[in-house]
């Protein structure tokens, strides 16, 4: 009797002791900047992530789940997300969604110009933040808050009605970076997202064209869609590049230019390396060098074995 126990322990523990580790739950609140309104990364691998309003939505969860696959990271990646709303629609109307489980980790953001109601004023931002972050640690104390500091709306600096309008495009980007810098002191957030900033640098490195009004230069990628205030799927990918880098450490250049959803997305080579040297040159020493991903197969056979959720 006590051979038989015995042997049950030791089988017990080797295969408590091969068992993986669980997968980094990751968690993003936001709007049609996350969702990718107005390009194909809305729907784009949306069987990879999970989808918490189930709108079959991928979006910019989708490209950094994409990525974390090819880089050998474990990441649990869902969505929360409705068009148009900051963070005081998700606290009124989905914090029984959102709060259903803890997070390791929160990308969230506010509305595009700080409040629907009186933009460039970041009171409501910086009010929402705090009460979000509060009620994400009631779930989890220890959930990484991460706030991503969205980009300039071409729609609201060069029309003469804009809310930053007769400014140089990169004064909404840096606006939007001190309001949101406010709310991550007000809620402890663990690091702010560049990636409006990183859009600016893509403009003023020559990579995009910074006025889509007056037409997009030969050679310029148009960060913007149609509207000239969502994003492009180039936007969104720079955006999530930045994600990517922010939240795992690594280089987004180690990604390479045969990146899978690059790839998928009908980017050329070009564009993609140079997208991903923008977001490795804002994000600087927060990012470490790491193996590239591997390439040896073609592009087409390395995204087609790619695992889903």
């Known amino acids: 009797m006590n051979k038989t126990l015995a042997l049950i322990a030791a089988v017990v523990v080797v295969i408590g002791g091969t068992g993986s580790a669980a997968a980094t739950s990751v968690l993003f609140i936001g709007n049609s900047f996350l969702f990718g309104s107005g390009s194909a990364v809305r729907f784009y691998r949306a069987n990879t992530v999970t989808d918490l309003n189930n709108e079959g939505i991928g979006g910019v969860p ?65 009010a929402t933040t705090k009460q979000m972050a509060e009620a994400l640690r009631a779930k989890n104390p220890n959930v990484a808050i991460y706030l991503m500091a969205t980009w300039s709306r071409a729609d609201h600096v060069y029309p003469a009605k804009g809310a930053w309008s007769g400014t140089p495009i990169d004064v909404m980007a840096r606006d939007i970076r001190t309001a949101y810098d406010q709310a991550a002191t007000g809620a402890k957030a663990k690091a702010v997202i560049p990636v409006g ?107 087609a074995a790619a695992p889903a959720r």
């Open 62 to 126: 989708a490209l950094f789940k994409s990525f974390t696959q090819q880089a050998g990271l474990d990441y649990d990646v869902a969505l929360e997300t409705r068009g148009g709303s900051g963070l005081d629609f998700h606290l009124a109307n989905k914090a029984d969604v959102i709060g259903k489980r803890g997070w390791d980790a929160v990308v969230m953001h506010g509305f595009s110009l700080l409040d629907a109601e009186k933009p460039r004023d970041p009171a409501k931002l910086v």
């Open 197 to 303: 900033e990183a859009w600016t640098r893509a403009m003023q490195s020559g990579v995009a064209d910074p006025n889509p009004y007056d037409g997009v230069e030969a050679a310029k990628l148009n960060l913007w869609t149609y509207d000239s205030y969502h994003a492009s799927a180039h936007g969104y990918y720079l955006e999530a590049l930045v994600i990517f880098g922010s939240l795992t450490g690594r280089d987004p250049r180690s990604l390479g230019e045969l990146e899978c959803s690059a790839f998928e997305l009908g980017f050329s080579r070009a564009d993609t390396k140079a997208l991903q040297q923008v977001a490795f040159e804002q994000l600087g020493s927060s990012v470490t060098a790491a193996p590239a991903v591997p390439a040896g197969r073609t592009p087409a056979a390395r995204c």
